[in-house]
């Protein structure tokens, strides 16, 4: 019965991915006359030949990769070091610090202010201003904070009796428990950094550090125009293909696509079976 | 235990002052966008004896290239491509400046350029619109380019062929803090179409007034039921837009042709004429019932598989040109016998039918701007002037004589193709954007559509509707004022027209309160704005700009 | 512990920091990342009452009190848009926060691991179909000329529906679309959560006679109840958030009078010139009342089920 529910969901979710796959493999010609309803018409390699011949492609997916590897790796280290000490229920400072934290959820300076610190710190243009304001988000702390707290204090007390200091209660205890955590955070977070155009594109003037979400921002051109004549100007620079916008739709997920399937095998329940006796 | 909680609370406060000391310090921070060299004293006293020889010599010329190569900063709209091809390591060489471009994807370009004009850096050279340099001009951001009008002889010749150059780029004091962006001359390149080949089958000539379309599209519908004769995209705006134009009016605030006053469209009887038309085509099946939501990939499609009869006004280049979608030939695909064909606008009781044409320059929509702050205002200025003259035109355009294109008999041909072109760079984008070539767009059009727009140009008299000589400029609090009170009224007018053109309400006895209602919104007071602005105007500065640069 | 709070000598403030100096300095570092980029930026926040200028920068411009807050409030469509964006984000939150709930739990309940590795992989990829190709998908799949939705409805004898152009279908459509493309990614995090759960509860009930609905009920929703509310909680303060782009492309004024949220309202607004003292002054807004609603759904939270943020 249950299966039967998850394979009409699995159709419904497939059915519009292959039909975007199609596209992408279809004459743009045949795109255009609305003749691909699901099945490719006249296949053709071209569009991804055209996507992918694109100089900047290269050097934009390794900036993506750098961006999303080093920028999961300080959050998952960085906001963990911040969210045990709020799971430790004895913690003198709980309250303010969650409070303090809890603010800046809601509240923020702006673009602007944000900017002239990222300036004044010299991180304009570097990898710094992609990863470290993101770095410490008061959602994420929340949220493995909770997980922290589930763990079983039993287990953190018997640590301090063996005389471990807070440290090493997270590392050798915690963190090893936490690894669905970790691994879900991880991933939420690579998918966050690699999607992610924002940051990129008002940090950086050197487009050489382009990552591949601001490229195909490129692409595809979205706007208001305030007078016909400047609609009349775009449209003689610009030729948007549906085939292209799906070909390099694809050619951005395909990476981070593939992350999840790793991160499944910790996924498995069972792992604090037996840590806890009697 | 007090003496180290003290120590680390004074360690922890003195960190957070440092950090906040250092960004608060942002705004006193001298501004370093010019990559100069660091300026030590000599070179200082080296500048300051410059300046003084420049106001002595201010004829002195600068002549490209430069003996000495510096190096600029710029930022501008990516339009999809790089900075790195033949035709711009070409202009560099040209000009021996190394410019160091920003770019910017189109979509978030206004956020970009904002962002850093209001942390109070940006680079040298910019592209902006007017309205935002206005905001900004009375602090001193943008040098005042009316100042150097002397020394830049190839804009004004560029000016005395196209006025609205300078007027649209001047505010009412006479400063220039921004050029406008200008083709080398204007177009039409929008034009009703229609499937010539259905409509012969009828026996039915291209309609000459609305009547006639109204009733060759009756007969269509009724061979063809699951047609939908008209197709519209880009929101129903546009639809409104092109039959205003037909009874010579159009929505907003604009200057009226026949009147010369400016006129807020909405509460004249010839809109009120062009909705009633639009009512009683969607009420007769004519018009596609999705023609405020589809998207541009619909629109395409219901040409290409026949449902569509007729566009008010669409680019003929997309016709026949492969380029630019090639409909005719994609139709014919399937069915041998379509054929789109271009026809004049159709007449109205008002008069003859009217249409938008494209002029020359971005009308203050594309700006290009210098930082008062650069080090390089001399050398920035005469680069833009030398980015209009012909020599640098013809390089960004058409490329290398005898390498990219010939001339053949007085006129330009391509020696390459378009996949080499856009190789090498030819797109027209180089340098600051440099006046495009419409000469040399056209050539990459088919012969057909090439005839068309020509033909099109030279009868451009019969059915222009024309745009104000000049632009008008507005302060930042009268931006903002347009905006309050303008915003709610376009809101409740978008969301009122749509229905009174489906017939959801009626033209008799709702237009009335309709056109109440937004009285009492109060246009009124914009509409004064605008009107007393124009009056202000300078004599050769008011009417229409009715030469669009042939 | 409340009663510390009360009274503080310098001998409990010893005591405490002898027990927590470790925590401390393990949060040190992060603790300057916050208050670095987050807290050093706020004084940005002053530009709400300001005619900010980069000439006159935070410290120097005009100051102009609540003039922005008022010009907000004078908008006739000002009660409309703020309506739409609550009524939005409150539906939203109906039908999409318990989705991903149900699909964990459905997922957890598969027993072939291959088939759930499939399933779990293949229902978090509509997360990454980007906005544009989204809408253009579902204007073409609800389209009222040739849209396959549209034959089935009118095969079934009903009307032809235009869906984009009817103001009573674009919350469904969003809604709608939101789910199909956020469940599967969402679910992740009640999958993690899922896994905590000690599995000798699961045996131990099984002894008793339990079936599968009632473990459900008496072991795994309990299980990922503490995951569940902290995540309602902190969902509370996105009510006046809403998907700028993706109602962009989905909205024609025919149906402003639901699709038109403040997101799009001001964007409109601000078309003609950037007026950063105006975003910033509806954000500043906005933000407050956001939080004080995250407020109220903690402390019920922490009455009723004792679990809050803080």
């Known amino acids: 019965m249950i299966c039967i529910i998850l394979l009409i969901i699995v159709v419904l979710i497939l059915y519009p991915l292959l039909y975007i796959v199609s596209l992408s493999v279809s004459d743009p010609g045949a795109v255009s006359r609305g003749e691909v309803t699901f099945l490719p018409v006249d296949f053709t390699l071209d569009t991804y030949k055209y996507v992918l011949q694109d100089s900047r492609l290269g050097s934009s997916y390794i900036n993506s990769i750098v961006y999303a590897v080093t920028g999961t790796l300080s959050s998952v280290v960085f906001t963990g070091l911040m969210a045990y000490p709020l799971s430790v229920s004895s913690f003198s400072l709980k309250k303010p610090l969650t409070i303090i934290i809890m603010i800046t959820m809601y509240f923020s300076g702006g673009m602007i202010p944000t900017y002239m610190v990222i300036k004044n710190l010299g991180f304009i243009d570097t990898l710094w201003a992609i990863i470290m304001p993101g770095a410490v988000s008061a959602y994420n702390v929340i949220i493995y904070r909770t997980f922290f707290s589930s763990i079983p204090t039993a287990l953190r007390e018997s640590a301090v009796i063996d005389g471990a200091g807070h440290l090493k209660i997270y590392y050798k205890i915690i963190l090893p428990l936490s690894k669905p955590l970790i691994a879900t955070m991880s991933l939420f977070s690579a998918v966050g950094l690699w999607n992610n155009y924002f940051e990129p594109l008002i940090y950086l003037n050197d487009y050489s550090k382009q990552p591949l979400s601001l490229l195909l921002r490129q692409m595809v051109i979205q706007l208001e125009f305030s007078n016909q004549n400047m609609k009349d100007l775009v449209q003689s620079l610009t030729v948007n293909t549906r085939t292209i916008r799906a070909a390099t739709m694809l050619a951005a997920m395909l990476p981070i696509m593939c992350v999840y399937p790793f991160l499944q095998k910790y996924f498995t329940s069972g792992m604090m079976l037996g840590s806890v006796k009697g | 235990m007090k003496n180290r909680i003290k120590r680390i609370t004074s360690l922890l406060l003195a960190i957070i002052m440092i950090v906040s000391l250092a960004a608060c310090n942002g705004s006193n921070k001298e501004d370093t966008n010019s990559k100069k060299q660091d300026p030590g004293t000599e070179s200082s ?27 600029i900063t710029a930022i501008v709209r990516d339009f999809n491509r790089d900075r790195t091809k033949y035709i711009d390591k070409l202009f560099e060489q040209y000009t021996n400046i190394k410019i160091e471009w920003t770019i910017v994807p189109v979509t978030d370009y206004n956020t970009v350029l904002n962002l850093r004009l209001n942390s109070g850096e940006f680079p040298d050279l910019i592209q902006i619109n007017k309205n935002t340099v206005n905001t900004f001009a009375d602090q001193g951001l943008f040098v005042n380019l009316a100042d150097y009008l002397d020394q830049m002889p190839n804009l004004q010749k560029w000016i005395d062929k196209i006025p609205s150059i300078y007027n649209d780029s001047v505010t009412e004091e006479g400063d220039m803090y921004s050029i406008t962006t200008f083709n080398t001359r204007g177009q039409v390149p929008r034009q009703p179409i229609y499937r010539e080949d259905l409509f012969k089958a009828e026996g039915l000539e291209a309609p000459a007034t609305i009547d006639e379309l109204y009733n060759s599209l009756v007969i269509l519908k009724e061979k063809y039921p699951n047609s939908l004769p008209i197709i519209n995209r880009w929101g129903s705006g546009n639809l409104i837009g092109h039959v205003a134009n037909l009874y010579h009016t159009k929505a907003g605030i604009y200057l009226d042709n026949d009147t010369l006053e400016y006129t807020y469209g909405q509460v004249t009887d010839n809109f009120k004429a062009a909705i009633a038309t639009l009512q009683k085509f969607y009420v007769a099946g004519l018009i596609d019932p999705e023609f405020a939501t589809i998207s541009d990939e619909q629109f395409f499609e219901r040409i290409l598989n026949g449902t569509a009869l007729y566009m008010f006004a669409e680019y003929t280049n997309r016709m026949n040109t492969e380029s630019q979608g090639d409909w005719n030939g994609n139709g014919k695909i399937n069915n041998p016998a379509f054929n789109l064909e271009v026809m004049k606008p159709v007449d109205t009781e008002i008069g003859n039918g009217l249409l938008s044409v494209q002029y020359p320059t971005s009308r203050g929509g594309f700006t290009i701007a210098v930082n008062s702050k650069s080090a390089y205002i001399n050398e920035i200025v005469a680069l833009l002037d030398y980015q209009y003259t012909d020599e640098i035109i013809e390089l960004v355009n058409w490329g290398l004589e005898g390498e990219t294109f010939k001339v053949v008999d007085g006129e330009k041909q391509w020696l390459i193709d378009a996949e080499e072109r856009k190789n090498l760079g030819l797109d027209s984008r180089s340098g600051m954007w440099v006046a495009i070539d419409q000469d040399c767009f056209d050539s990459t059009l088919d012969p057909i559509d090439l005839k068309t727009v020509r033909t099109s140009n030279a009868n451009l008299t019969n059915y222009a509707f024309y745009e104000p000589k000049k632009t008008l400029s507005f302060t930042a609090e009268e931006l903002d004022r347009i905006s309050q009170v303008m915003t709610p009224i376009d809101t409740f007018y978008s969301e009122q027209i749509i229905s009174f053109i489906t017939g959801k309400l009626n033209m008799e006895s709702d237009w009335d309160d309709f056109i109440r209602t937004i009285t009492d919104m109060g246009y009124q007071e914009i509409l004064d704005l605008y009107r007393e602005k124009y009056n202000n105007l300078p004599e050769e500065q008011k009417g229409l700009d009715m030469s669009i640069g042939l | 512990m409340k009663s510390n709070k009360k009274y503080i000598s310098w001998k409990r403030i010893g005591k405490a920091w002898n027990r927590d100096k470790g925590l401390i300095a393990m949060c040190i570092l992060p603790l300057m990342l916050i208050i670095v980029f987050k807290y050093i930026p706020i004084y940005g926040i002053v530009m709400a009452f300001q005619n900010y200028t980069p000439k006159g920068g935070f410290f120097h411009s005009e100051f102009v009190g609540l003039k922005y807050f008022k010009a907000f409030f004078a908008d006739p469509f000002c009660f409309r848009v703020i309506k739409n964006t609550v009524l939005l984000s409150l539906y939203s939150l109906l039908w999409r926060f318990p989705a991903p709930i149900i ?185 407050i009342i956001s939080f004080i609603f995250v407020w109220i759904a903690n402390a019920i939270s922490r009455k009723v089920t004792e679990q809050s943020l803080w």
């Open chain 2, 45 to 71: 006293i080296q500048e300051v004896t410059n300046t003084i020889e420049d106001e002595e010599n201010s004829a002195v010329p600068i002549t490209f290239p430069l003996d000495e190569q510096i190096t």
């Open chain 3, 103 to 287: 699909l964990a739990l459905l997922l957890n309940e598969v027993r072939n691991k291959t088939y759930k590795r499939v399933v779990q992989t293949v229902t978090y990829l509509p997360f990454f179909i980007s906005v544009i190709i989204l809408v253009g998908m579902m204007k073409e799949l609800f389209s009222s000329v040739d849209g396959i939705i549209n034959s089935v409805i009118t095969s079934l004898g009903y009307n032809l529906i235009n869906f984009f152009s009817e103001p009573e279908w674009f919350r469904t459509l969003y809604i709608g679309s939101g789910i199909w493309q956020g469940t599967g990614y969402s679910a992740i995090i009640y999958l993690a959560a899922l896994t905590g759960i000690d599995t000798e509860q699961y045996e131990a009930a099984q002894i008793d006679g339990a079936n599968r609905f009632q473990k459900i009920i008496y072991i795994t929703l309990p299980g990922i109840m503490p995951t569940t509310i902290i995540l309602l909680i902190m969902q509370m303060g996105s009510l006046f958030s809403s998907d700028f782009q993706k109602i962009l492309l989905m909205y024609s004024p025919g149906i402003y009078s639901t699709a038109d949220v403040i997101s799009t309202y001001t964007y409109r607004y601000g078309l003609e010139r950037a007026n950063y003292s105006y975003g910033a002054a509806i954000g500043l807004m906005l933000a």
